[in-house]
């Protein structure tokens, strides 16, 4: 590792799993910053993989020579190996002039892999995250915590619109606004193009609703303070999705902001390393294998918004109660809440809650976003099915005071240009002052 760890007050976190094609680029990204920052910033790159016989070879020498790579640059030194790509010699000498600090920790080699219980992008983020928490001694003086991933670029004020963003005591945790690049190759682009307008989507419509779980959960937009991290236990090891569930903790301890004046741009590269995300997603949508231009339908958020507020208006309301009304809003509510055993958790919330407040909070700490997201996913199957893009974001649209697509226009799948003027909207739509619910 480079410099006194007593002078960093940001660590960056990168899981790299055979990411020595990426890894540098985004190392130099980060280098792009301003140097001040540079100079207080840690990057620890978590060279990863699971017990040796379980790993593809060619993944495993990916691994070994990107710690090679690592180990010289942390050294200063420069290998005979980095002569033949001319390329790569480029971003390492500007590394090694940049006066980015970087750190290795390598649970790859033999002796050092992770289980293969645990072997995934979650535990290699905690092993990263821990790290970085023996820092410095005083809780209070540890670095902001920043995630990414290995074949993320970041923006030139990336360090420094952190470091403003949680100069304000009152910033626990956020999620950075994030731009996937769009590809030349039409049916990249249309894949891509079509994977982001529904993550904005769903976003703006829980927020529309009034959810409190209306944020992103993508890893490499995570940051956060110590206290934050260490109050909900740390990263989810989880070897998929681990960004969806630590984020879903994070936020039933304090509320998630927005960093909006940066941006992180993740891959669009198509890898089927994890069952979903980008990568899995682009594989899916070249191969056809489902329509994926069919989107939650929009009575779905207008139900969820409805039981939101059924909730806001008294907490005293007895279970029935509250199951008779939410039976009048959609018979379909009913049926979920009580396969979620409500009728049972509701008066054992209320007992322990003393005020509206304590209630509210009681209340969306057991109605999360993973139970928002099986709402959602039930209504879509027995009352609601998906509908076409251009409907849905018709709607969407309307009920943020913009104008879209007509939502009869059959040809707007197809019409990449009309769905970038859309995507362009909705991410003009999320900036820091997007409403969310509270608790």
């Known amino acids: 590792m480079c410099g006194d760890p007593s002078e960093v007050a940001l660590v960056v976190v990168i899981p790299a799993l055979a990411e020595k094609g990426h890894l540098f680029d985004t190392l130099a990204a980060i280098a792009a910053n301003p140097q001040d920052r540079l100079a207080e910033t840690l990057a620890i790159v978590v060279v990863n993989n699971g017990p040796r016989e379980t790993v593809d070879r060619e993944m495993f020498t990916d691994n070994q020579e990107t710690i090679a790579i690592l180990n010289g640059l942390i050294a200063g030194r420069t290998r005979e190996s980095e002569s033949a790509d001319r390329r790569l010699r480029g971003v390492l000498d500007f590394l090694r002039g940049s006066g980015l600090r970087i750190g290795l920790i390598d649970a790859s080699s033999s002796g050092y892999e992770i289980p293969s219980s645990l072997a995934g992008v979650g535990a290699a983020r905690k092993i990263g995250l821990d790290l970085a928490l023996t820092l410095r001694p005083a809780p209070r003086e540890r670095p902001v915590l920043v995630c990414l991933d290995a074949d993320t ?28 690049p769009l590809p030349d190759a039409p049916d990249r682009r249309a894949a891509i193009l079509c994977y982001e307008l529904f993550l904005r989507y769903y976003v703006l419509g829980l927020s529309w609703a009034g959810s409190p779980y209306a944020f992103h959960s993508i890893g490499s937009t995570m940051v956060f303070t110590p206290d934050r991290y260490v109050a909900v236990r740390g990263m989810s090891r989880r070897t998929a999705g681990e960004d969806f569930y630590f984020l879903n903790k994070v936020r039933k301890a304090g509320p998630i902001s927005s960093v909006t004046d940066t941006c992180v741009r993740p891959s669009d590269r198509l890898s089927s390393r994890v ?46 109660a509250i199951l008779e009304a939410a039976s009048d809003l959609h018979p ?36 999360d976003g993973f139970r928002t997201l099986r709402l959602v996913h039930e209504l879509a199957a027995s009352a609601y099915p998906p509908q076409p893009m251009a409907a849905a974001l018709s709607w969407l649209m309307r009920a943020w005071g913009q104008s879209g697509p007509d939502p009869g226009e059959r040809g707007f799948s197809g019409d990449l240009q009309a769905q970038e003027a859309c995507l362009m909207t909705l991410r003009g739509l999320e900036t820091s002052e997007t409403r969310r619910g509270e608790f």
């Open 153 to 180: 670029i970041v923006a030139p004020d990336y360090l420094p619109a952190i470091r403003r963003h949680f100069h304000d005591p009152e910033h626990g945790a956020a999620v950075i606004a994030f731009r996937h």
């Open 275 to 320: 069952p979903f995300g980008t990568g899995k997603r682009m594989i899916r949508h070249l191969a056809g294998e489902r329509d994926e231009y069919l989107f939650y339908h929009p009575d779905i958020f207008a139900i969820l918004r409805k039981w939101l507020a059924l909730m806001d208006e008294d907490w005293r309301r007895p279970a029935k």
């Open 332 to 367: 379909g509510l009913r049926v979920f809440l009580e396969r979620q055993n409500f009728p049972e958790i509701w008066p054992r919330l209320q007992r322990q809650a003393r005020n509206t407040g304590a209630a509210q909070r009681a209340f969306h700490t057991w109605f």
